[in-house]
């Protein structure tokens, strides 16, 4: 057998760093061509979320145009807004209830259920006023308080609400009862709700997120610093993957 030509290990070795180098850049293509920031929320979630949103919005604003007279005024058609009132206050428990397929929103209601010490740090520090020791998982104190408040607030609404449409389900006196409670919690919902809005203004980062599902790396270390996001684990694990496959394309 006749021995090897003297460049034939020096081509090798040339291959070899071609390889590496091949493999080096399709994982660098593939990081490109991911979205940009972690994902915080999916489109299931946000689906849910938009749809609330929108069913009290239009719950909000027909019982305006139903209690404030200059703007019954300027709308008119107290019909269409009744009709409006009662069918999107019915609907609004149904996006939550259609959520509840989503692995993914079912996993944000069980960290919204969660109540741990470092939350009840979270609510001292934004009660004083103080920046510090507001460390939080995917979801802040506030962000808590304000799901369960807003999710029992909804049942009660429903249910008075059902009382006022349909007179044969209680007596005069529940009925009464129900249309003072409707009331006073529709006015509270109203003002918790232009908080919740304001805060969302002074956010852009926290409004991407829920528009595109994604968020910014640093804005999630910062806001969220006990929160590991999923897209960690896979740029861990596409790392690895990548670190295995210069290692293989090594003679």
């Known amino acids: 057998m006749s021995p090897p030509p003297p460049d034939a290990p020096r081509a ?6 071609r390889g590496a180098a091949r493999v080096a850049a399709g994982g660098a293509v593939r990081r490109a061509e ?8 999916t489109l299931g979630e946000r689906w849910v979320h938009h749809s609330t949103a929108l069913l009290m919005g239009v719950c909000v604003f027909t019982a305006a145009c139903l209690y404030l007279p200059q703007l019954a005024q300027l709308v008119g058609r107290r019909a269409l807004m009744v009709t409006l009132h009662e069918w999107s206050g019915l609907l609004l428990p149904a996006p939550f209830l259609l959520g509840l397929a989503s692995r993914a929103f079912r996993a944000d209601l069980r960290r919204l ?16 006023r103080r920046r510090y020791g507001r ?7 506030g962000q808590k308080v304000w799901a369960a408040w807003i999710a029992g607030a909804v049942l009660v609404m429903t249910a008075t609400g059902l009382m006022m449409w349909f007179t044969d389900l209680a007596p005069l006196v529940w009925r ?8 006073w919690l529709a006015l ?5 709700l232009i908080g919740h809005v ?3 203004a002074g956010d852009p980062e926290a409004r991407r997120g829920m ?23 896979d740029a861990d694990a596409d790392a690895d993957a990548d670190a295995g496959a210069g290692a293989d394309a090594r003679p």
Do not use: C, Y
Not at 12 to 17: E, F, I, Q
Not at 114 to 123: A, N, S, V
Not at 176 to 183: E, I, K, L, P, S
């Open 12 to 17: 090798a070795a040339r291959g070899a760093v």
């Open 34 to 41: 991911r979205p940009q920031g972690v994902l915080r929320f």
């Open 198 to 200: 304001l805060m969302a």
């Open 113 to 128: 259920n969660r109540f741990g010490p470092h939350d009840r740090d979270w609510l001292t520090a934004a009660l004083r």
């Open 188 to 192: 509270a919902i109203g003002v918790v």
């Open 176 to 183: 009464t009862a129900a249309t003072f409670v409707h009331d």
């Open 211 to 233: 528009r595109t599902g994604r968020v910014a790396p640093d804005w999630a270390r910062r806001e969220h610093p006990l929160w590991r996001p999923p897209a960690e684990a």
């Open 135 to 141: 460390e939080s998982g995917k979801f802040n104190a």
